[in-house]
């Protein structure tokens, strides 16, 4: 437990300008839109919790992003699929409207804003459908990678010999696996597979992802949840 800690304050000391937490910020502006409790606007303050790391000098000089299109683009969508998991794992998909809704409206957002940003980027309008077809593959591609890497506890440790019970990973095999995992999702796609990058940096981006964010995010999800209408 101690080590979790130490990790959890090392990125955020390392990558965080104010040393808060991506959940705070959640926090902080979620609470803004609550006197409606609106599902439109407390997804709006999700999503804007999620656009202000694209804005985080530190994710581009000690966190080593390039502050390309793509780069920030995939900065946006893990944090989006960050609160899109916590709300899928709490309240599974078409079981609760709220959720779904909630969902919904923030992904709507997110294409809303991609669209904006390639308009932005000098592209002819004749083409702004296309890359943003394609800027929408590019996200529901690491979505699902990303998904992938947590279905980890379904991974047996080797082949079941006939006649024996299964032998799945334990949680702690689990845990590491599913970091080793994501880190191997944020090197191919957010470091291009650059040999060069050290593997402590990229493990310590998977830590971020998995033990800081998605074990607080579950709480706080299920508490914007229960302030919609």
């Not at 919790?49 to 992003?65: A, D, I, P, V």
């Not at 592209?123 to 990678?145: P, R």
């Amino acid at each position: 437990m101690k080590l979790i800690v130490f990790f959890i304050y090392v990125f955020f000391k390392s990558f965080s300008p104010d040393n808060s937490s991506f959940t705070q910020l959640i926090k902080n502006r979620v609470y803004v839109f609550l006197q409606g409790k609106n599902v439109i606007k407390i997804s709006k303050a999700l999503f804007n919790s999620c656009e202000e790391q694209t804005y985080t000098k530190e994710w581009f000089s000690r966190g080593k992003l390039a502050s390309s299109f793509r780069d920030k683009h995939l900065l946006l969508v893990i944090h989006i699929w960050m609160c899109h998991r916590r709300l899928v794992s709490a309240y599974g998909i078409g079981e609760d409207v709220r959720a779904d809704r909630l969902q919904e409206c923030l992904f709507d957002f997110l294409w809303d804003d991609s669209t904006t940003r390639i308009s932005e980027a000098k592209v002819s309008a004749l083409f702004i459908s296309k890359y943003l077809k394609q800027v929408q593959s590019l996200s529901f591609h690491i979505c699902h990678e990303l998904d992938t890497a947590l279905a980890l506890p379904f991974i047996q440790t080797g082949p079941t010999p006939e006649g024996e019970a299964p032998n799945f990973l334990t949680e702690e095999q689990m845990h590491d696996a599913a970091i080793n995992k994501i880190g191997e999702v944020i090197w191919n796609h957010f470091y291009d597979s650059n040999p060069d990058m050290e593997e402590a940096h990229v493990l310590e981006f998977a830590r971020y992802v998995c033990i800081c964010q998605l074990a607080t995010l579950h709480a706080l999800c299920s508490l914007i949840l229960s302030l919609c209408v």
